[in-house]
């Protein structure tokens, strides 16, 4: 029977719809998309529920903690930017990714010629370190616009580009370890570099310019050149998390801890046998490998877990009274900002995972937990990255084949709502035959035409 079930994607709730709630914990506000498809900030503690640039629902949305180091990072012309001797800033020049008038335009001073067009801060960093430098942009007089490193040690200095007309990634420069762009609406790009400094490293400056092209920001000076830009954002890391505002400090977002620390866990079987269900779409990597939970059941006699382990390229474990790099471990790797589907059976010496329809292996020599006491429900723990948007709970130990059908889409975690022994009938039998439930004799599996 489904006992414990929370569709974050339709509900856009913790209250689940079997089994415990749960709770948002962070003390910092955090940004998201809303179902508008704009950019909104979710006040401390509170649900961030993501939508797509439609504004279709996604699911629950949490991020590992991030500071931006970048001051005033929606104003670049402000005191605590060096706005390049050619260029001007036009405050509040446009309607911005959040909705309200308040990117502001960089262009050329009209003083003729050509020459760089950007403004820049001067940020200290730390060494040895891979840090991310991103600005959300849009395309005014000129269609596109760099990202710039420059006084840092390494990498040298040297401009990522991107079109800004077309939405793709221009010329990267050597010394950048990646570059990337994201379609935000209305002629808006979220704009991203990576790189990484050295042993030497302790300041440099990220700047953000117009171009006149492709490998080209030598602009004219003529009253032309402009782009618009909003959100830009230093953190240390190798990928873009959400915006975080900052004025005349930076700014930390806090870790989003949804869970629930009394459960009343009636849901659970005695010795915690049972089957899951996850669907999620990671963002990106957090190299602990302990980290990346997308659940984890804690209780005084040990602790379940199933989680992404960036440590195997991106491979999913599950853990059943285990620690560290134990457990069942799968042979695919999870594919970022795409939905997996996971499902898996959890039993005395009886780990198994199907993985979007690949059978992961067995593990035939796990342990149950006696005398289960839950002490803690958590979702999307030590720092996972990206949206969950459904998990559920069964117990009872589904058949491979339910597990297989699950983790294609055939079956959906609903379809087990108030139901044991679990009825299936095969898509071949479907045909010729009326589509009114009916209840044969039990079968392996369920199959029905979902997605």
């Known amino acids: 029977m489904l006992t414990f079930h929370h569709n974050f994607k339709e509900d856009k ?223 240390a890391g190798s990928y873009a998390t959400s915006m975080i505002v900052t004025e005349g400090s930076s700014v930390t977002r806090t870790e989003d801890v949804i869970n629930n620390t009394s459960p009343d866990g009636s849901w659970l079987a005695d010795d915690s046998s049972g089957s899951w269900y996850v669907r999620f779409a990671p963002s990106g990597w957090v190299q602990d490998i302990d980290a990346n939970h997308l659940i984890l059941l804690n209780y005084a006699s040990g602790s379940f877990g199933f989680r992404v382990r960036n440590g195997g390229g991106g491979t999913v474990q599950i853990r059943q009274n285990t620690s560290g790099d134990d457990g069942l471990v799968s042979t695919s790797n999870v594919t970022l900002d795409t939905f997996t589907r996971l499902a898996g059976r959890v039993a005395e010496d009886d780990l198994k995972l199907y993985q979007d329809g690949v059978d992961e292996g067995q593990d035939l020599t796990s342990d149950v937990i006696p005398g289960v006491s839950m002490t803690a429900i958590e979702v999307g723990e030590q720092k996972f990255t990206g949206i969950i948007e459904e998990i559920a709970y069964f117990d009872e130990e589904l058949t491979d084949q339910q597990l297989d059908d699950l983790s294609t889409g055939v079956l959906t975690p609903a379809m087990f709502s108030g139901c044991r022994n679990f009825i299936a009938v095969t898509h071949r039998g479907l045909k010729g035959i009326s589509q009114r439930p009916r209840m044969p004799k039990p079968r392996s599996s369920l199959r029905s035409f979902f997605e």
């Open 13 to 235: 709730s913790l209250a689940g719809r079997a089994g415990d709630s749960l709770n948002c914990v962070r003390a910092s506000d955090g940004g998201y998309r809303n179902a508008s498809g704009q950019y909104a900030i979710a006040s401390a503690n509170g649900l961030r529920s993501a939508h797509d640039m439609n504004g279709d629902s996604l699911g629950l949305f949490t991020e590992e903690p991030r500071t931006n180091l970048m001051l005033d990072n929606l104003s670049p012309g402000s005191a605590n930017w060096i706005v390049g001797g050619n260029t001007l800033v036009d405050a509040d020049a446009t309607t911005s990714p959040d909705g309200t008038v308040n990117a502001d335009r960089i262009k050329d001073d009209n003083g003729g010629g050509s020459s760089s067009v950007g403004t820049r801060q001067n940020r200290a960093v730390s060494t040895s370190t891979e840090y991310c430098f991103s600005a959300f942009l849009k395309a005014d007089g000129l269609d596109w616009a760099a990202l710039r490193t420059s006084s840092f040690t390494t990498p040298s200095n040297g401009n990522s580009f991107f079109d800004l007309a077309n939405g793709v990634v221009g010329t990267k420069h050597a010394g950048h370890d990646a570059s990337g762009i994201e379609d935000w609406g209305n002629g808006w790009y979220l704009c991203w570099i990576t790189f990484t400094t050295d042993a030497a490293d302790g300041l440099g400056s990220p700047e953000v310019l117009c171009a006149e092209g492709d490998n080209d920001t030598n602009c004219d000076r003529d009253d032309t050149s402009s782009i618009f830009a909003w959100g830009i954002q230093l953190e």
